[in-house]
């Protein structure tokens, strides 16, 4: 049973790039979470989709957006980044609601130089 | 917004004592998950509790979760080198149900 895959694992951008960040979800699953987690911080909720919507979204600018496909898998666009964007970014599927368990992938983790 | 805080930041404990670390929120919480996050790895989740004053157990972790929905713990009996990590709760807004709000984390280290 394959559990969330993301990729690439690391990237290195430079400040005004556009990056695109791909992730899998686990077998079964139909609901993808991004958050952004910063060193030492706890992960930041970015958006969730469910159903290949934007269901939700955090306090996050419109730099960050998403898209998930008819398989469930999602990918998260970053465009003009900033060097505050760099961080790891996970990718979290669930069943259904947030208030199920999610099962995180191992990250991206992100420099912007 | 709705935001859960967390204490304490970090632990450093001897092996065999006790860990403890605690989750609150200003406003009532549809649900508290805990996860553990492993240095260098992702959060993995342990548990979810739903009711008011609801207790569970699994094996040396004991988590609650409060009468009045608004705090949460999370407690490990005689602490092993393997529980070392960082350990958040998280709960859905109640607003939304596909809003996770984390908290901070407790890092945990243990002296062998």
């Known amino acids: 049973d394959a559990g969330v895959t993301q990729s690439p694992t690391h990237l290195i951008k430079t400040r005004g790039q556009q990056v695109t960040l791909r992730c899998s979800p686990k077998s079964g699953h139909d609901t993808v979470s991004w958050y952004q987690q910063a060193l030492g911080q706890g992960p930041q909720f970015i958006f969730q989709?469910?159903?290949?919507?934007?269901?939700q979204r955090g306090n996050f600018p419109d730099r960050f957006s998403g898209h998930q496909f008819p398989n469930y898998s999602s990918e998260l666009n970053v465009n003009a980044l900033l060097l505050g964007d760099s961080a790891l970014y996970l990718c979290a599927s669930s069943l259904g609601t947030g208030r199920n368990e999610q099962y995180f992938g191992p990250g991206t983790r992100l420099t912007v130089t | 917004g709705q935001q859960v805080m967390q204490i304490p930041q970090y632990q450093h404990v001897q092996e065999g004592e006790d860990f403890t670390t605690y989750c609150n929120s200003s406003t009532t919480l549809s649900n508290i998950q805990w996860y553990k996050q492993r240095p260098g790895g992702h959060p993995v989740f342990l548990i979810q509790?739903?009711?008011?004053?609801e207790v569970k157990k699994q094996k040396r972790l004991t988590f609650q979760f409060g009468e009045a929905k608004k705090n949460s713990s999370l407690h490990i009996t005689a602490t092993q080198t393997t529980d070392v990590g960082t350990y958040f709760c998280a709960s859905a807004v109640y607003s939304s149900a596909s809003k996770i709000i984390f908290g901070s984390g407790t890092r945990l280290s243990i002296r062998p």
């Open positions: 509790l739903v009711k008011s004053g």
């Open positions: 989709y469910y159903e290949e919507e934007e269901r």
